[in-house]
């Protein structure tokens, strides 16, 4: 009995410790003078830091990669809520093929989907290659199976259905039923989806890479390009990086969270 | 009922989520595959792409490479996680959910970041590797982060925390009655295991399995920031034959994309049907 | 020396005394029923019989062994849980030769055995089903052919049929002690279903907080109650305090603490004139309070200076003549009261 629970705790820590240290390290990298010779670093500063708040470039980075995020986020919540309400209350025969349609992009890696995507836009009457609205296709595409999952949820639990009845016996019109009886009422269950996609297209990688490049230099493209040349300015912004995404991932929490105290 | 114009109405509000899917999903991935079938520029059908693709030994390699690659970190990641996600279970509920909440944040932790955070473990000037050499330790003399068993042990880091996510719950799917039941009948831990537990467990490990293959097979980010395009895997291939957004062989790439899709969907089709001959209770 | 002898046996769960020094025997053969309300303690008993729950305290001798100590797969008992617990992955034949296999038997030479148990448990057709596909009552039969391909010494049923409807439920009582005299195996089976317990044993333990309040046969369970909780548990007994008693029969002289009165055997008779009741007892005026039916039984709630008695009859025409709020004599003969200790 107590020969078994240690067995469990050993495994569990040595399986925490394995993937805790490469964080540990990064973070250590981050606030080190020197590491090279010792230990342990041979001193500590915040000037990583400093310097990496005070890098135009880094910033630039971010606001692109945050404007990108956003634009693409708030796109498929206008986009995705009305056409998923749509289907299951009036189309409901389609909604299979829905499901196939928002699910694919989950099979398809990041490179595959460059391929074609390059392809379409590179040249002729649709050249949009090398511009952010080609970005900003491919990411609404790569977090369709994530929105839709919080959207098909939260619409089935706040039962939007009955909802617009409701509505449209008082004398609203559809779309007012929509806007001021849906809409809100979604949004809560809506936001743990939404988080999700904010910390997937932060750390997504390839279709910057592939699709832009530095010609519109996304936070991961910043980073892979600033590795090389200040080891410890990197690591400073990894964890800059990973706090962000800690932040996410606890907010994810709490909204999904919310959302199931709700529904109970 | 609904009215014509209603429905008319309906429609058009579709409108605009269909122009999108359409233009960055269906159609893109039908000119890949239309692509993938045609000679170099385009010119009339022709199978040449996938010959090129598979009777040169360069892209022969890369395919054996990613597939073995992601073999090999999958196996290792979901045997790691079979053992640590049981294990998790055996936890309090508080340091569960403690454990369960850390494997979520390090599941973000892949591409770019992951393979920085291990150059600076491992890499030619890593602290390991410059404080093993201090230390006289020479478990790491031979070891080399840019080779393959470098590049797998990163896989396996990103690997790890997402099949424990996978795991973990197919794990409550094993009543404790049957262990009871079974040990009632003059099982062994280790027979029940192997005749109800593991049978029990095995369409979620497979399933696993697939999704992190899947995953290691379309991973092009850790590789990429590791040595660039160094590595000969089928995504870095892929992704090397652009050069910025003009693409000199589209048809080849094409062509490649198809043959990484197709590997997924085998190695998700071969997992399903071994899993069938021991659930034959799964219709 | 009795087949089962069960002695002091306690087990405790953080604060909560599961099993306060309970003893108990019983004979081979013997189909045991332990009765009780949810939380009593049963489940806790027959697991640790089987050796899936250590006790602290006691003993537990099978056949003059002491098996106390033994690991579940040697003390050669068998069980049955309240949701089956059938393996998923199996069929029925697979299940029920799980453990001859697990004995080192090859299927050849298990599978006669297991034919023939799925003839008495009536299941042929159904060897190469899984069990998602069978109903709750075949899956129950499977799991009872499990346990009993082993011939176990003990059979334990943990609540077998609670999980299934009334009608399938009453057919599976019957099967089942047709199988167990047709195996003369003896048999522990838990309910909380007092009507179940009184159909099916030869002997019933009543437990109660983790105790055995009463045993005996069911004959002696219903009609001799050994205190307050067995009388109302088993039977809606009226249970009246001597004093109650003495101030509604009018005088007497009660020795007892209380007395527990059935419903049944208290009679109503019209206030004025009509037949008289015969025989050694009381009468005292009341008032009917109350009426339902129950299918084939009337329940009246009749008020007698100042206790109300729960009153059932046999829901025929001679009833008619009482209505609610009528004004009534009732009888209490006085050989069914029944002293409480
Ligand atoms: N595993 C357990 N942990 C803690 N308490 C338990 C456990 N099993 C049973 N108990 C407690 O022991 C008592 C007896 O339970 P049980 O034997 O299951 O009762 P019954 O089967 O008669 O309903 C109850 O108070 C129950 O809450
Ligand atoms: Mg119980």
Redesign the interface.
Known sequence: MKA??L???S??TL??L??????A??FL?SIATD???T?LPEGYTLNWYREMLTDPRLLEALWRTLFVTVFTIV?SIL??V??IF??TV??SKWERLLQA?VM??Y??????????????Y?DGPLAI??TVWIVI??Y??SI?PFMYQGIRNSLRTVDAITLVDAAELLGASRIQAFRHVVLPNIMPGVMASVLLSF?ILF?E??LA?????G?YELL?VY??RR?DES?HL??AI?VF??VL??IL?GLI?KFGRSAKEENA | M?TFKQ?RM?LL??F??VI??L??????????ML?SFKADEGQGWSLMQYATALGNKYYLLALKNSILISFYSSLIGIV?AL??A???T??SPKVRNL?L??????S???????A??????LGN?G?FT??FQ?LGWDVLTSFNLYSWTGLTLVYV?FQ??LA?LLLYPTYFGIHEQWKEAASLLGASRLQFWRYIGMPVILPGVVGTFSILF?NS?????TA??LVGSNYNLL?IR??SL?A????PR?EL??AL?MI??GT?IAAMWLNERMMRRVRRDLR | MSYVQIDNLTKTYKDTIALNHLSLTFDKGEFVTLLGPSGCGKSTLLRSIAGLAPTEEGSIHVDGVDITHLKPKDREIGMVFQSYGLFPNMTVLENIGFGLRMKGMKKSEYEGKVKRMIELVDLVGKEQSYPHQLSGGQQQRVALARSLVMEPKILLLDEPLSALDAKIRKNLQVELRRIQRELSITTVFVTHDQEEALTISDRIFVMDLGNIVQSGNPEEIYTHPANEFVARFIGNYNVLRAEQLRQLTGGGSFAAVSYAIRPEVIQLFPEHAGPEPSGNGWLAAGKVKDITVTGNVLRYLVESQDQRLQVDHLNTAKELWIQRDMNVNVWIPAEECVPLG
């Open positions: 078994g629970k067995f469990h705790v495994v569990v399986v925490m394995y993937l805790f240290v490469p964080l390290v990064t990298y590491w090279y010779r230990f796109l986009l995705m009305p056409t749509i289907v009036y189309f349609i694919l992009p099979a398809i890696p990041g490179v595959v989907a460059a391929v074609g995507l390059i392809r379409i590179s290659s090398g296709g491919a609404f595409i369709l910390s750390g990688f390839v890479n592939l699709l832009i490049g010609q991961q980073l892979m590795m080891g990197s690591s990894v990086y990973f995404i800690l991932s929490l | 609904q429905k309906l509000a579709l605009p989520f999108v899917v233009g960055f999903e269906i159609l893109p991935l039908l000119a890949m692509d790691a053992l640590a049981y294990s998790i055996k936890l454990v909440m850390f494997s979520n944040m390090t973000n932790f892949a591409g770019v970041p992951l920085f955070a291990y150059i600076i473990l000037n602290i410059i404080l201090q880091y790890i925390p424990i899947a097979m379309g991973a092009y980010a990429y920031a995504a892929i992704g652009f910025g957004d003009v693409f589209p790439a094409s994309a990484l899709g997924m």
